[in-house]
Protein backbone atom coordinates (compact mmCIF):
# COMPACT_ATOMS: atom_id res chain seq x y z
CA UNK A 1 0.00 0.00 0.00
CA UNK A 2 2.55 2.36 0.92
CA UNK A 3 4.29 1.77 -2.64
CA UNK A 4 1.13 2.45 -4.31
CA UNK A 5 0.69 5.71 -2.20
CA UNK A 6 4.33 6.92 -3.52
CA UNK A 7 4.00 5.69 -6.68
CA UNK A 8 0.91 8.17 -7.03
CA UNK A 9 2.73 10.96 -5.25
CA UNK A 10 5.57 10.50 -7.94
CA UNK A 11 2.97 10.64 -11.01
CA UNK A 12 1.50 13.27 -9.22
CA UNK A 13 4.31 15.78 -9.04
CA UNK A 14 5.77 14.34 -12.13
CA UNK A 15 2.87 15.82 -14.25
CA UNK A 16 2.44 19.10 -12.14
CA UNK A 17 6.14 19.86 -13.25
CA UNK A 18 5.41 19.22 -17.25
CA UNK A 19 2.09 21.25 -16.83
CA UNK A 20 3.93 23.96 -16.57
CA UNK A 21 5.95 23.62 -19.68
CA UNK A 22 5.47 25.96 -22.46
CA UNK A 23 3.88 28.67 -20.46
CA UNK A 24 4.76 32.65 -20.02
CA UNK A 25 4.07 34.62 -17.02
CA UNK A 26 4.50 38.68 -16.98
CA UNK A 27 6.26 39.87 -13.65
CA UNK A 28 6.59 43.36 -12.76
CA UNK A 29 10.18 43.98 -10.83
CA UNK A 30 10.21 47.00 -8.31
CA UNK A 31 14.26 46.39 -8.58
CA UNK A 32 14.29 47.50 -12.09
CA UNK A 33 11.05 48.94 -12.81
CA UNK A 34 10.27 47.15 -15.72
CA UNK A 35 8.18 44.64 -16.15
CA UNK A 36 9.45 40.47 -17.68
CA UNK A 37 8.12 37.71 -19.17
CA UNK A 38 9.86 34.50 -17.69
CA UNK A 39 8.51 30.60 -18.63
CA UNK A 40 8.06 29.56 -14.48
CA UNK A 41 5.42 30.63 -12.02
CA UNK A 42 6.51 33.32 -10.35
CA UNK A 43 6.86 33.53 -6.43
CA UNK A 44 5.66 37.09 -5.37
CA UNK A 45 8.32 38.31 -2.72
CA UNK A 46 10.60 40.73 -2.53
CA UNK A 47 11.50 43.01 -5.49
CA UNK A 48 8.55 40.84 -7.57
CA UNK A 49 5.28 42.64 -6.61
CA UNK A 50 2.78 41.19 -9.23
CA UNK A 51 2.61 38.08 -11.49
CA UNK A 52 0.30 38.20 -14.32
CA UNK A 53 -0.39 34.79 -16.28
CA UNK A 54 0.17 31.49 -17.55
CA UNK A 55 0.14 32.55 -21.20
CA UNK A 56 0.17 30.03 -23.55
CA UNK A 57 2.62 31.91 -26.15
CA UNK A 58 5.30 34.67 -25.35
CA UNK A 59 2.82 36.59 -28.36
CA UNK A 60 0.31 36.62 -25.83
CA UNK A 61 2.54 37.42 -23.02
CA UNK A 62 3.94 40.52 -24.69
CA UNK A 63 0.11 41.38 -25.74
CA UNK A 64 -0.75 41.28 -21.99
CA UNK A 65 1.75 43.17 -21.06
CA UNK A 66 1.04 45.94 -23.42
CA UNK A 67 -2.11 46.25 -21.16
CA UNK A 68 -1.15 46.41 -17.94
CA UNK A 69 -1.20 49.94 -16.40
CA UNK A 70 2.10 49.28 -14.10
CA UNK A 71 4.40 47.84 -17.10
CA UNK A 72 5.92 50.64 -18.85
CA UNK A 73 6.47 50.60 -22.65
CA UNK A 74 9.83 48.24 -23.52
CA UNK A 75 12.11 50.50 -25.85
CA UNK A 76 12.95 49.41 -28.88
CA UNK A 77 16.99 47.93 -27.92
CA UNK A 78 14.99 45.95 -25.36
CA UNK A 79 12.63 44.55 -27.54
CA UNK A 80 15.51 43.07 -29.81
CA UNK A 81 17.16 41.53 -26.39
CA UNK A 82 14.03 40.05 -25.40
CA UNK A 83 13.90 38.51 -28.99
CA UNK A 84 16.67 37.40 -29.48
CA UNK A 85 17.45 39.60 -33.03
CA UNK A 86 19.90 42.49 -33.56
Same mark, same amino acid.
Given at each position: ? $??? @??? *??? &???? +?????? #?? &????? *???????????? %????????????? +??? $???? #?? $??? !? %?? @? !??? =?? =?? =???????? *???
Amino acid at each position: M $KRL @IFA *GSL &LLAS +GTVSFA #DG &LFWVV *GNRATGKCNIVT %SNPVIIGDIWFGD +GPY $KSRA #DA $KLA !R %ST @I !RAC =PA =PT =PDEEKAED *GTN
